[in-house]
């Protein structure tokens, strides 16, 4: 039972390059999310997805994009890498948006530092 | 807007002493409340949840009692192990698209 999948486990970027963080999960989950965490401010919502082909902002969506064309997989893209965006990323997913009390399935994070 | 404010860490322990982690919370209407847990390394894991006023959560010997009347959801354990610690997050769902809010994490280290 894999649960959330999230690759690489570490990332060393330059300013200005791209790359795209992978996020899957075999839960049949219909709600998704990105999650960075920084030392002293936890975690802050970038963007999620409550069901294929549905996206939308979260509190720190600027440099990040996302789309949902499955159920399985969420990635998050980074267009133009900066410092700023130097973080630990998680991917969270849940059975049902509107379940209330509905727990989030965290994966085991992505470690992305920009030089 | 929603918030959660948690004591800041660290906070370390003897083994077999007693743990509060204190939470508290701004919201509108009636949020869901949770603690979740991050071991090194690893992501978030739930450790225990309320949906409703008065509700007490508990998983592993912890607790935490939802105080509306105090906006508070405190963390506790009668006697902490080694194996305990970790990062402790409250956290609050509120409003139609299961957003999670986090607190900024408190530290836990137990020492034998």
């Known amino acids: 039972n894999a649960g959330v999948t999230q690759t690489p486990k570490f990332q060393v970027l330059k300013t200005g390059q791209s790359m795209t963080l992978q996020c899957a999960q075999d839960m049949n989950h219909e709600y998704m999310s990105w999650y960075r965490q920084d030392p002293g401010m936890g975690l802050r919502l970038i963007h999620y997805?409550?069901?294929?082909?549905?996206?939308d902002q979260g509190e720190v969506p600027n440099g990040y994009n996302v789309s949902r064309s499955t159920t399985e997989d969420f990635p998050l893209r980074l267009l133009s890498a900066a410092p700023s965006q130097t973080s630990v990323y998680f991917c969270?997913?849940?059975?049902?948006?509107?379940?209330?009390?509905?727990?989030?399935?965290f994966g085991n994070g992505t470690r992305l530092t920009v030089t | 807007g929603n918030s959660v404010t948690q004591m800041e860490g660290p906070v370390t322990l003897s083994e077999e002493a007693f743990l509060t982690i204190n939470c508290t919370y701004t919201a509108t209407g009636y949020p869901s409340l949770f603690w979740y847990v991050q071991y090194p390394g690893e992501g978030l894991q739930l450790l225990l949840k309320?949906?409703?006023?008065?509700d007490k959560g508990s998983n592993k010997g912890f607790e935490a009692t939802y105080r509306k009347e105090t906006t508070s959801f405190h963390l506790e354990k009668g006697s902490v192990q080694v194996s305990d610690s970790a990062v402790y997050f409250c956290?609050?769902?509120?409003?139609?698209?299961?957003?999670?809010?986090f607190g900024t994490g408190t530290l836990l280290a137990v020492q034998p």
């Open positions: 956290a609050l769902e509120g409003g139609a698209t299961n957003k999670l809010i």
């Open positions: 997805s409550v069901g294929a082909g549905i996206t």
């Open positions: 969270a997913s849940s059975l049902k948006p509107r379940d209330r009390g509905s727990p989030l399935h």
């Open positions: 309320a949906t409703k006023a008065d």
